[in-house]
């Protein structure tokens, strides 16, 4: 059974620093995208930051600058580096994975259960 597990959400003040960390276990099939998502009370949830199979990366505006996301392929982890947080980055952050199912199927995406991070003084 595949297993995401969130790690690093907590309360935080302006300005300040959280790492998020994902780590996904009990795959049979290899990952493709690795990614953070969030979402806020009362808003869809939204792209955060994302590596692709290839190293690409994608970053929502609203945080390009102040975060960096990085993924170990070895460990089949992704960490989500935050600087500079503002009140509103609060929000639950939700690690998602992409895994690489056999034809005549395609993906699987597999979604944490989310960790909440609070940005506030």
């Known amino acids: 059974q595949v297993q995401l597990v969130e790690s690093g959400g907590g309360l935080v003040q302006p300005g300040g620093s959280l790492i998020l960390s994902c780590e996904v276990s009990?795959?049979?099939?290899?990952?493709?995208?690795m990614g953070w998502y969030r979402q806020a009370p009362g808003n869809q949830r939204e792209l955060v930051a994302a590596?692709?199979?290839?190293?690409?990366?994608n970053y929502a505006d609203s945080v390009k600058g102040r975060f960096a996301v990085s993924r170990d392929n070895a460990k089949n982890t992704v960490d989500l580096k935050m600087n500079s947080l503002k009140p509103e980055d609060t929000a639950v952050y939700h690690c998602?994975?992409?895994?690489?199912?056999?034809?005549?199927?395609?993906?699987?995406?597999?979604w944490g259960q989310g960790t909440l991070v609070t940005v506030s003084s």
């Open positions: 998602k994975v992409d895994l690489d199912l056999p034809p005549p199927f395609r993906y699987l995406e597999i």
């Open positions: 009990g795959s049979p099939f290899s990952i493709l995208d």
């Open positions: 590596v692709r199979h290839d190293g690409t990366i």
